[in-house]
């Protein structure tokens, strides 16, 4: 069955320095991967996802991920972190042996220092 | 495109009681999604539809769950002689599998039920 582990449930970051958020699946067959943010007292909602073609996608508010079939990781990343990027994100996964349902990882909470 | 809408949102129950949520989807989403997420975890699946038909319900769910989704608009998930494990945020989400954003989930903001 597939599966996604996201390293480090805490994240901490500067204003202003790189955001790395890690995430590994488990999948025997292509998947379809995604990033969610959850801003505090907010639904999901989509930050980025990778179906086919590019390996590198962009999303909202100058996030992009980077999919690494050979590593099985699709780690999230922004160049500079900004104090409203603060909240919970969350890796997902669906493949076509999992009913295409999404899977989600444990979410990685990242806090933003001034 | 109002979004997906949940209620109640909030509920207590006091422990056996029968609690039911309500979730509103976009309405041209034919898939319906319930996921259960308690604090720091991610939101575990529960069941989902397409259309009016129930596609799959996760192994970990009890007998005590039970979804629905008459004519393929609203949803319903009722659980039965709640227990204080129950006690979590509710999450709904939809999704239209037809015309491409493959897969991608909108999410209402959750129904949290506490049992005292």
């Known amino acids: 069955a597939q599966s996604v582990t996201q390293l480090g449930s805490h994240v901490s970051v500067s204003e202003g320095a790189l955001v790395l958020l890690r995430c590994n699946y488990s999948s025997s067959v292509p998947p379809y991967l995604f990033w969610y943010v959850q801003y505090p007292n907010q639904g999901l909602q989509l930050l980025l996802k990778y179906t086919t073609g590019a390996t590198l996608v962009k999303g909202i508010n100058g996030f992009e991920a980077e999919f690494k079939k050979s590593e099985t990781s699709f780690h999230l990343t922004k160049p500079s972190a900004h104090m409203s990027d603060a909240a919970e994100y969350f890796c997902?996964?669906?493949?076509?042996?999992?009913?295409?349902?999404?899977?989600f990882g444990a979410g990685t909470r990242l806090f933003v220092k001034a | 495109d109002t979004g997906v809408s949940q209620n109640p949102r909030h509920k207590i129950t006091k422990r056996g009681q029968n609690v039911t949520f309500r979730c509103d989807p976009i309405s041209e989403h034919n898939r319906l999604y319930w996921y259960r997420q308690t604090l720091g975890q991610g939101p575990e699946f529960l069941t989902y539809?397409?259309?009016?038909?129930?596609?799959?319900k996760s192994r970990l769910l009890s007998d005590r769950f039970s979804a629905e989704r008459p004519k393929g608009s609203f949803s319903t998930l009722e659980i039965q002689r709640t227990e204080q494990g129950d006690s979590a945020m509710y999450l709904c989400a939809s999704s239209n599998w037809r015309t491409g954003g493959v897969g991608e989930l909108f999410f209402g903001e959750g129904s949290r039920l506490t049992v005292l």
């Open positions: 539809f397409q259309n009016e038909a129930q596609l799959e």
């Open positions: 997902a996964v669906i493949t076509d042996t999992g009913g295409f349902k999404t899977i």
